[in-house]
């Protein structure tokens, strides 16, 4: 693989209650749905059973507005 070249692949999948997009709040300190994260299980294989991990995620990028190049904080 070239260096300069990335690789993302799935680890697991985002489970929560929301089932509506519609429902779900613009900011996440806006209230909103408790979710969590599915390992697979080769990946949680290698989890520490530690509290206070961080993982990165990218959640609906998909459904990105491909035309908007800039956002603004709700409220400035």
Do not use: C
Not at 19 to 42: F, H, I, K, M, V
Not at 55 to 68: G, S, T
């Amino acid at each position: 693989m070239a260096k300069d070249r990335y690789v993302i692949e799935p680890i697991g999948v985002i489970r929560s209650a929301l089932t509506n997009l519609e429902d779900a709040p613009l900011q996440g300190d806006e209230g909103g749905y408790e979710a969590w994260l599915e390992l697979t299980s080769q990946v949680a294989q290698g989890w520490p059973n530690q509290t206070r991990r961080q993982i990165n995620y990218f959640d609906m990028l998909h459904r990105a507005e491909r035309d908007v190049l800039q956002v603004h904080r709700a409220g400035i």
